[in-house]
């Protein structure tokens, strides 16, 4: 998403502001840290060269006192003395001694001297000024200043811990005439440093705090009760609150005693003090800020053994800050005001650069649209609010044949070729007033005449509220509307015919019946099947069968009128309704010329076909109220045509309605006997002519039906031949038959052949020959012991199939014979190709035998014959010994089968009578 530009300045100079607030703060507190360092700086010089200045100014001082009011001879008389004297001399000794002095030590008392003391050689005190009443005791393993003096002889001066107590040492030997006589001290308390270096500083209060491992050092543990731990920090000592104010001249405020609490939580100071470094730090108390400066103090041996600690009341740290702030306000108040210049600057240049880009994608989109105007595929063409054409592009002249010369100026009527109606024209103009757009289908007319539909699209511009211009786009659709002209026929026609389809016939049908209603005439609907068109279909292929449709369309088109319906339902099926029938007597005729012309041979290729129809006649309103009702009762007529045999009419009749239920019942309860195992098979035997020995069994199928009982087959085979379920039942037939012949076969019945018919629908499926294999191979069954029958009307009629699949079956050592032989239409040529092994000779002519010299001629041609072709015969329907002796003796017929042998019965009574005859023989 692209940013505006006023949004755009405004987080650029946001940025740029912030950035350089921050810069400018982090330079200004790096200044701050800098001058604040430098006033710590400051404070850590001050300090040092203060306390510099007053020890050695101290040290100046006490040593010309020394050498001035010290070292007089009366005073180096009495040590020299005093070393040699006993111990009971010692005291008198130490009177004159003190007396002499004491003006001295009053004078430097006041000033803050701390211990006056002599020490003679051999370590014992002569006299403590400040302490006169104890004398001699050792000194030189408390203090090593005073081993020092003794053994070198040079003076020492510096801080020392005592044992006692601590102070500024100042100790010098005594000597005369090159004789060391001992040495004197003089110690000044730090409270003495403090008056001085405030007189040099300014106001202060100070701290000294020992190094809490240099204390323990030199202080025996008798004596470290002298000292506590500091507040301050925990590696180091502070002298005795009791020794402070006996012996020091000065105390700390409150003020300084929580500083020193505070300073015990800085880290600061708690990683600093233990390496004697020098540093300052500020902190505040009671709205006071203070200075505080740690300076390390060095001891005789020149180590650091201490901090002298300054707390100085200062306002610095506060005005540097407060400085910080006010110029960081200052600067912060520029930088916005210069932020601000820069949000102006960058919004104008940004808006600069805005105008320059829009106007260059203005100039783009121009020159795209100029572009698209030229080169697009569709014809547009502008005019103003006057409806005159001011441009137009080349797809325009391509498409009108108008150059822009010949167009521009002229009104768009121009185009106009009549054929809209002016109804268009005028929503057109609504819509465009209303709505500024428009879009529609037109007609128009080229320059040289022709017309042409186009695809019309129509926008109004307007100008402060009123039209300037239309701009309209529009296609040639002509091969659109070619398209959807298709699309409806094929919606409403049949695409190989060109009648129309079962949807169109239904509208139609219904407009027709409305209009035998309105006007009190007759319609006929019928229905029309071609015989045997699937046995063509599948012989000589689909682009034959297609052919053959075609013209049956057309010669249903030729015997019927306009006003007539003529559709296609799919398939071979046909439906045509004759429409504004006066009479019923006007039905036949049509009909009749119908099925004669499309009984005639058709011409397709190279072959001569004839393909007869089955026609069922439903009329309104005796026959049906309703489309669906007519539809119905005219297929139900038809299929009762085919039921006659065939090449028939037949007018439905409420007979057939009931015909059509029960045959719909018949298919459900077959498909329930399927699923419920409610077939039997029955065994009819064969005998041989001649000896009457039982030489086979024709097995036939048998329904035990749970209401009706048994069912014939003439019931129901009719019915699954149609449904498609023969294939099924044919299936479990054969199945079944070959396990009874394995069964008998196991029994010790052999030497028989088991006979099983097939179905027409067995015979052309392509899984005939590997299931009739397979059941052979289940059970064992031996060349010569199946034997199966196909009629004379299957077998004709796909001759060609027929013998390859035959063929096929007879290679696996299958038995084959022609069933009802005569009945049918057999062609001799065709006969003697099939590889047949048995004719049966139908009933019909056995039955009259005796008595009708035309069947004892058929039959005894039809003998003479199948055993000219190396055939067999079987005569069905045998019942009386007149017809037996009739066909074996004198027309010698090879197997007799009827009821003088025997009738249909089940395996298991039929096996009683094939046990019997084959013990009998």
């Given at each position: 998403?692209?940013?505006?530009?006023?949004w755009r300045?405004?987080?650029?100079?946001?940025?740029?502001?912030?950035?350089?607030?921050v810069?400018?703060?982090?330079?200004?507190?790096?200044?701050h840290?800098?001058?604040t360092?430098?006033?710590?700086?400051?404070?850590e010089?001050?300090?040092?060269?203060?306390?510099?200045?007053?020890?050695e100014t101290?040290?100046?001082?006490i040593?010309?006192r020394?050498?001035?009011?010290?070292?007089?001879?009366e005073?180096?008389?009495l040590?020299?003395?005093?070393?040699?004297?006993?111990?009971?001399?010692l005291?008198v000794?130490?009177g004159?001694?003190?007396?002499l002095?004491e003006?001295?030590y009053?004078?430097?008392?006041?000033?803050?001297l701390?211990?006056?003391?002599f020490?003679l050689?051999?370590?014992?005190?002569?006299?403590?000024?400040?302490?006169p009443?104890?004398?001699?005791?050792p000194l030189?393993?408390?203090?090593?200043?005073?081993?020092i003096?003794h053994?070198?002889?040079?003076?020492?001066?510096?801080?020392?811990?005592?044992?006692?107590?601590?102070g500024?040492?100042?100790?010098?030997?005594?000597?005369?005439?090159?004789?060391?006589?001992?040495?004197?001290?003089?110690?000044?308390?730090?409270?003495?440093l403090?008056?001085?270096?405030n007189?040099?500083?300014?106001?202060g209060?100070?701290?000294?705090?020992?190094?809490?491992q240099?204390?323990?050092?030199?202080?025996?543990?008798?004596?470290?009760?002298?000292y506590?731990?500091s507040?301050?920090?925990?590696?180091?000592?502070?002298?005795?609150?009791?020794?402070?104010?006996?012996?020091?001249l000065?105390?700390q405020?409150d003020?300084?005693?929580?500083?020193?609490?505070?300073?015990?939580?800085?880290?600061?100071?708690?990683?600093?003090?233990p390496?004697?470094?020098?540093?300052?730090?500020?902190?505040?108390?009671?709205d006071q800020?203070y200075?505080?400066?740690?300076?390390?103090?060095?001891?005789?041996?020149?180590?650091?053994?201490a901090y002298?600690?300054?707390?100085?009341?200062?306002n610095a740290?506060?005005?540097?800050?407060?400085?910080?702030l006010?110029?960081l306000?200052?600067?912060?108040?520029?930088?916005?005001?210069?932020?601000?210049?820069?949000?102006y600057?960058?919004?104008?240049?940004?808006?600069?650069q805005?105008?320059?880009?829009?106007?260059?994608?203005?100039?783009?989109e121009?020159?795209?649209?100029a572009?698209?105007?030229?080169?697009?595929?569709e014809?547009?063409?502008?005019?103003?609010?006057?409806n005159?054409?001011?441009?137009?592009?080349?797809?325009?002249s391509?498409?009108t044949?108008?150059?822009?010369?010949?167009v521009?100026?002229?009104?768009?009527?121009l185009?106009?070729s009549?054929?809209?109606?002016a109804e268009?024209?005028?929503a057109m103009?609504q819509?465009?007033?209303?709505?500024?757009?428009?879009?529609?289908?037109?007609?128009?007319?080229?320059?040289?005449?022709?017309?042409?539909?186009?695809?019309?699209t129509?926008?109004a511009?307007?100008s402060?509220?009123?039209?300037?211009?239309?701009?309209a786009?529009f296609?040639?659709?002509?091969?659109r509307?070619?398209?959807?002209?298709?699309?409806e026929?094929?919606?409403?026609?049949?695409?190989?015919?060109?009648?129309?389809?079962?949807?169109?016939?239904?509208?139609?049908?219904?407009?027709?019946?409305?209009?035998?209603?309105?006007?009190?005439?007759l319609?006929?609907?019928v229905?029309?099947?071609?015989d045997?068109?699937?046995?063509?279909?599948?012989?000589?292929?689909?682009?034959?069968?297609?052919?053959?449709l075609?013209?049956?369309?057309?010669?249903l088109?030729?015997?019927t009128?306009?006003s007539?319906?003529?559709?296609?339902?799919?398939?071979?099926?046909?439906v045509?309704?004759?429409?504004?029938?006066?009479s019923?007597?006007?039905i036949?005729?049509?009909?009749?010329?119908?099925?004669?012309?499309?009984?005639?041979?058709?011409?397709?290729?190279?072959?001569?076909?004839s393909?007869?129809?089955?026609?069922?006649?439903?009329?309104?309103?005796?026959?049906?109220?309703?489309?669906e009702?007519?539809?119905?009762?005219?297929?139900?007529?038809?299929?009762?045509?085919k039921?006659?045999?065939?090449?028939?009419?037949?007018?439905f009749?409420?007979?057939?309605t009931?015909?059509?239920?029960?045959?719909?019942?018949?298919?459900q309860?077959?498909?329930?006997?399927?699923?419920?195992?409610?077939?039997?098979?029955y065994y009819?035997?064969?005998?041989?002519?001649h000896?009457?020995?039982?030489l086979?069994?024709?097995?036939?199928?048998?329904?035990?039906?749970?209401?009706?009982?048994?069912?014939?087959?003439?019931?129901?085979?009719?019915?699954?031949?149609?449904?498609?379920?023969?294939?099924?039942?044919?299936?479990?037939?054969?199945?079944e038959?070959c396990?009874?012949?394995?069964d008998?076969r196991?029994?010790?019945?052999?030497?028989?052949?088991?006979?099983v018919?097939?179905?027409?629908h067995?015979?052309?499926?392509?899984?005939?020959?590997?299931?009739?294999?397979e059941?052979?191979?289940r059970?064992?069954?031996k060349?010569?012991?199946?034997?199966?029958?196909?009629?004379?009307?299957?077998?004709?009629?796909?001759p060609?199939?027929c013998?390859?699949?035959?063929?096929?079956l007879?290679?696996?050592?299958?038995?084959?014979?022609?069933?009802?032989?005569?009945?049918?239409?057999?062609s001799?040529?065709?006969?003697?190709?099939?590889?047949?092994?048995?004719?049966k000779l139908?009933?019909?002519?056995?039955?009259?035998?005796?008595?009708?010299?035309n069947?004892?001629?058929?039959s005894?041609?039809?003998i003479?014959?199948?055993?000219?072709l190396?055939?067999?015969?079987?005569?069905?329907?045998?019942?009386t010994?007149?017809?037996?002796?009739?066909?074996a003796?004198?027309?010698?017929?090879?197997?007799?089968?009827?009821?003088?042998?025997?009738?249909?019965?089940?395996?298991?009574?039929?096996v009683?009578?094939?046990?019997k005859?084959?013990?009998s023989?």
């Amino acid at each position: 998403m692209q940013i505006p530009s006023l949004w755009r300045a405004r987080i650029h100079s946001t940025i740029a502001t912030l950035l350089a607030i921050v810069l400018v703060g982090i330079f200004l507190f790096k200044q701050h840290s800098i001058q604040t360092q430098l006033l710590g700086e400051q404070q850590e010089i001050a300090l040092d060269t203060a306390y510099r200045a007053i020890v050695e100014t101290t040290r100046r001082d006490i040593e010309a006192r020394f050498r001035f009011q010290i070292m007089r001879p009366e005073v180096l008389e009495l040590v020299a003395i005093a070393g040699d004297a006993t111990e009971q001399e010692l005291p008198v000794l130490r009177g004159k001694l003190y007396r002499l002095l004491e003006p001295v030590y009053r004078e430097m008392e006041e000033i803050g001297l701390l211990q006056f003391q002599f020490h003679l050689p051999d370590d014992r005190v002569l006299l403590r000024f400040h302490h006169p009443q104890r004398s001699g005791d050792p000194l030189f393993s408390l203090r090593p200043s005073i081993r020092i003096v003794h053994t070198e002889q040079r003076p020492v001066y510096g801080l020392e811990t005592g044992s006692t107590t601590s102070g500024f040492r100042y100790i010098f030997p005594l000597q005369r005439n090159n004789k060391h006589l001992g040495s004197v001290e003089l110690s000044m308390p730090f409270s003495y440093l403090q008056t001085q270096m405030n007189r040099l500083l300014g106001r202060g209060e100070f701290a000294l705090v020992f190094d809490r491992q240099r204390v323990l050092a030199t202080v025996d543990s008798i004596n470290r009760v002298y000292y506590s731990e500091s507040t301050i920090h925990p590696g180091f000592l502070v002298e005795n609150r009791i020794l402070t104010a006996e012996h020091q001249l000065f105390s700390q405020s409150d003020v300084v005693f929580r500083l020193q609490q505070q300073l015990r939580e800085n880290t600061k100071v708690q990683r600093l003090m233990p390496h004697h470094k020098a540093f300052v730090i500020s902190a505040k108390e009671a709205d006071q800020h203070y200075m505080i400066s740690f300076l390390p103090v060095q001891g005789l041996s020149g180590e650091s053994i201490a901090y002298v600690i300054r707390f100085k009341p200062s306002n610095a740290p506060a005005h540097l800050f407060n400085t910080l702030l006010s110029n960081l306000a200052v600067a912060t108040a520029l930088i916005l005001l210069l932020g601000v210049l820069y949000f102006y600057n960058l919004r104008q240049r940004l808006q600069l650069q805005e105008d320059i880009c829009r106007r260059q994608v203005t100039e783009s989109e121009l020159s795209l649209y100029a572009n698209i105007f030229e080169g697009s595929g569709e014809a547009i063409m502008v005019t103003d609010h006057k409806n005159c054409i001011t441009a137009i592009n080349p797809a325009f002249s391509h498409l009108t044949g108008y150059t822009e010369k010949e167009v521009i100026g002229s009104n768009p009527s121009l185009l106009a070729s009549g054929h809209t109606p002016a109804e268009t024209y005028q929503a057109m103009w609504q819509a465009l007033g209303e709505h500024d757009f428009w879009q529609g289908e037109l007609w128009d007319r080229r320059k040289d005449g022709s017309l042409y539909p186009k695809w019309v699209t129509i926008s109004a511009m307007r100008s402060q509220g009123e039209i300037s211009h239309y701009i309209a786009s529009f296609t040639n659709i002509s091969d659109r509307k070619a398209a959807e002209d298709k699309i409806e026929r094929l919606a409403h026609h049949d695409p190989l015919t060109g009648l129309l389809n079962r949807y169109s016939l239904e509208l139609r049908l219904e407009q027709s019946i409305l209009s035998a209603q309105r006007e009190q005439l007759l319609a006929a609907v019928v229905f029309i099947d071609l015989d045997r068109f699937k046995t063509i279909n599948d012989s000589l292929g689909h682009q034959v069968g297609d052919k053959l449709l075609i013209e049956v369309a057309k010669r249903l088109k030729q015997r019927t009128r306009d006003s007539d319906i003529v559709s296609r339902q799919g398939g071979d099926e046909f439906v045509v309704v004759l429409t504004g029938l006066r009479s019923t007597n006007d039905i036949p005729h049509v009909i009749n010329a119908m099925s004669v012309a499309l009984s005639q041979a058709y011409k397709i290729d190279q072959y001569s076909l004839s393909c007869t129809p089955s026609m069922g006649v439903a009329i309104f309103p005796t026959d049906g109220m309703d489309m669906e009702t007519l539809l119905k009762n005219a297929d139900t007529a038809m299929y009762h045509a085919k039921e006659k045999g065939r090449n028939n009419v037949q007018y439905f009749t409420a007979a057939m309605t009931q015909t059509a239920i029960e045959r719909l019942a018949i298919e459900q309860d077959l498909r329930h006997a399927i699923q419920n195992d409610e077939f039997e098979l029955y065994y009819q035997p064969q005998v041989c002519a001649h000896s009457q020995q039982i030489l086979g069994v024709e097995a036939l199928i048998r329904w035990h039906h749970p209401q009706q009982g048994l069912v014939p087959p003439l019931r129901f085979i009719p019915v699954a031949e149609e449904s498609g379920l023969i294939e099924t039942i044919g299936a479990w037939v054969l199945e079944e038959a070959c396990r009874q012949l394995s069964d008998w076969r196991d029994e010790g019945i052999c030497n028989i052949h088991i006979a099983v018919n097939l179905s027409s629908h067995q015979l052309r499926s392509a899984s005939i020959v590997t299931q009739v294999a397979e059941c052979m191979q289940r059970y064992a069954i031996k060349a010569g012991e199946l034997e199966l029958e196909i009629t004379e009307s299957v077998a004709m009629d796909n001759p060609e199939h027929c013998i390859s699949q035959l063929m096929a079956l007879r290679n696996l050592g299958v038995s084959l014979a022609i069933d009802d032989f005569g009945t049918g239409y057999s062609s001799l040529a065709y006969l003697k190709r099939l590889p047949i092994d048995i004719l049966k000779l139908d009933r019909s002519f056995v039955h009259d035998i005796e008595t009708d010299p035309n069947d004892a001629a058929i039959s005894e041609a039809t003998i003479s014959m199948a055993h000219a072709l190396g055939l067999k015969v079987v005569a069905e329907g045998v019942e009386t010994q007149g017809q037996a002796y009739f066909l074996a003796s004198i027309h010698d017929c090879d197997l007799l089968q009827g009821y003088l042998f025997g009738k249909p019965e089940p395996a298991n009574i039929i096996v009683e009578q094939l046990k019997k005859h084959l013990h009998s023989h």
